[in-house]
C-alpha cells in the first residue's frame, strides 16, 4: 500500500511528473477497482524503473504484473523507438483495462499486451530471448519462479527487477509471518529466497533499493 509522505511527494514533484497517459490510467484503475488502485507503483518508482532502463540500454523488457498498465506506461516512455515492453496480466478485466488507457500514449505501439499466466507466457517468450530487463510485480509467491526464467532469459548485464520486495515489512523477519493480515508463509519464504539469490555478489551486482515497498534490483553477471 503506498502512502507517500512529505519526501516522496518532494522527490516525485520535482523528478517524476506524470504525463496525461499516467494521470488517465491512474484515474481509470481508481474507478474500476478502488481497492486495487493503492497497489499500483508511484510516480518515484516509475521514474526509477526508467532510470534502470536507461542507464543499462534496455530495450526488449518483459512487466510481469501489469494491473491497468501504469507502470508499463513508465516503461515505454524511456524504451528507444524500437523498444518493446511485453505487459503480462492474468486477470482478462486487468488486461482489457490495460488494452484501453495505453491508446492515451504516444508511446503505445511499444507496449504489446499479453493476457494469461505469467509462468505460460513467459515460456512464449522464450523466442524473443535473450530480454534486457525484466520486472517482476505479480503474485508474491511465485517470484522465485519468474526468477528462474529470467536466469535464463535475461541477457548478461541486463536487469533483473522486483517490486515488493520487503514484503509489506516481513521480509526482514526471520520467522514466517502470522496474524490474519500477514503474507502467506509461502510468499515470506519466496521472497525471502528471491531476495537471498539475488543478493549472491558472484552472480549479480544488486540491491533492495528503500523504496516505501522495497525494489530489489540486480544487474546480472553470468
Ligand atoms: C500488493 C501488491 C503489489 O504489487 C503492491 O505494489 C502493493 C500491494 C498486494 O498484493 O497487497
Ligand atoms: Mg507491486
Not at 481497492?35 to 524503473?49: A, N, R
Not at 534486457?132 to 548478461?156: C, G, N, P
Not at 533483473?160 to 514466517?176: E, K, M, R, W, Y
Request: with cysteine; proline share 5%; aromatic share 8%.
Amino acid at each position: 500500500m503506498r502512502h507517500p509522505g512529505e519526501t516522496e511527494e518532494y522527490i516525485s514533484s520535482l523528478f517524476a511528473s506524470e504525463t496525461e497517459a499516467h494521470k488517465h490510467t491512474s484515474e481509470a484503475l481508481k474507478h474500476a477497482y478502488p481497492k486495487l488502485y493503492p497497489i499500483q507503483l508511484g510516480p518515484l518508482e516509475g521514474k526509477i524503473l526508467q532510470l534502470l532502463i536507461r542507464l543499462a540500454g534496455a530495450k526488449k523488457v518483459v512487466e510481469v504484473g501489469s494491473l491497468a498498465g501504469y507502470s508499463a506506461l513508465w516503461i515505454a516512455e524511456a524504451l528507444p523507438e524500437d523498444g518493446v515492453v511485453y505487459a503480462i496480466n492474468k486477470d482478462p478485466k486487468h488486461h482489457a483495462l490495460l488494452e484501453g488507457n495505453i491508446k492515451k500514449s504516444d508511446h503505445a505501439r511499444k507496449i504489446i499486451p499479453c493476457l494469461g499466466d505469467a509462468k505460460q507466457v513467459l515460456e512464449t517468450l522464450n523466442e524473443k530471448a535473450p530480454l534486457d530487463m525484466i520486472f517482476i510485480d505479480a503474485d508474491k509467491s511465485a517470484y522465485v519462479a519468474y526468477l528462474d526464467w529470467a536466469e535464463k532469459h535475461i541477457r548478461k548485464g541486463g536487469l533483473i527487477v522486483g517490486d515488493n520486495t520487503l514484503l509489506f515489512g516481513h521480509a526482514c523477519q526471520d520467522v514466517p509471518p502470522e496474524g490474519e493480515r500477514a503474507p502467506s508463509k509461502t510468499a515470506w519464504r519466496v521472497m525471502r529466497e528471491f531476495n537471498e539469490r539475488l543478493a549472491n555478489a558472484e552472480k549479480y551486482t544488486s540491491i533492495l533499493l528503500p523504496t516505501e515497498e522495497g525494489m530489489t534490483v540486480a544487474v546480472k553477471e553470468f
